[in-house]
């Protein structure tokens, strides 16, 4: 069974600072890769994904994760964050093409921006 | 606009009363689910559909029951067996269960 584990539950950093949020999955076929973000009172929304092909992956508002097979990793990185980046991030897992199974989340890492 | 809607945004009950909570999507996924967000915790899934008039149970179902009888709507409610159901309620949906999950927007249950 897949499983996903988000290393850090708090990541407080300054603005203009560089952030990596940890996330590591465990499974025993391919996967496919999620990063989403929710705002406070909001739904969940995609940041990026990793399906195949090339291990760096872009997001939306700068955000990049690389997928490291050998060490089952997806660190979401930044090179400078914004105040307004200050949310819940949530990565997740599931099983890549030919496998069953579904979406698995991992428990989230809320990232606070200071001034 | 394809989307998910969940309605309504606030939704305040008595003890002891059900309420169903609205979920429906225009995307043409045939999977749907439900999750269950408390403050400073992750996301728990409830039910899940794979397809139409189907469905199961994830990790938290005891207290709710879904229905699945249009591909679009996916309802769920929260029965008085719950035993703490104040929460933030997700509804998601995917085209297949391994797939990129579109949310909405949340419903905030508050029962008095």
């Known amino acids: 069974a897949q499983s996903v584990t988000q290393l850090d539950s708090q990541v407080p950093v300054f603005e203009e600072a560089p952030v990596e949020l940890r996330c590591n999955y465990s499974?025993?076929?391919?996967?496919?890769l999620f990063w989403y973000v929710q705002y406070p009172n909001q739904g969940l929304q995609l940041l990026l994904k990793?399906?195949?092909?090339?291990?760096l992956v872009k997001g939306i508002n700068g955000f990049e994760a690389e997928f490291n097979k050998s060490q089952t990793s997806f660190h979401l990185r930044k090179p400078s964050v914004h105040i307004s980046d200050t949310a819940e991030y949530f990565c997740a897992v599931s099983p890549g093409s030919s496998n069953t199974g579904k979406l698995i989340f991992g428990q989230g890492t809320t990232l606070q921006v200071k001034p | 606009d394809g989307g998910i809607t969940q309605s309504p945004k606030y939704l305040f009950r008595k003890e002891g009363q059900n309420v169903t909570l609205s979920c429906e999507q225009n995307?043409?996924?045939?999977?749907m689910y439900w999750y269950r967000q408390d403050p400073g915790q992750g996301l728990r899934l409830i039910y899940y559909s794979q397809i139409v008039n189907d469905f199961q149970k994830g990790d938290i179902a005891e207290g709710y029951s879904v229905s699945r009888e249009k591909k679009e709507s996916f309802p769920l409610t929260v029965t008085s067996a719950q035993k703490n159901p104040t929460a933030f309620y997700l509804c998601a949906s995917s085209i297949e269960l391994r797939g990129e999950q579109f949310f909405g927007p949340g419903t905030r249950l508050t029962v008095l």
């Open positions: 990793y399906l195949s092909g090339s291990t």
């Open positions: 499974s025993s076929v391919s996967v496919y």
């Open positions: 995307l043409n996924h045939d999977a």
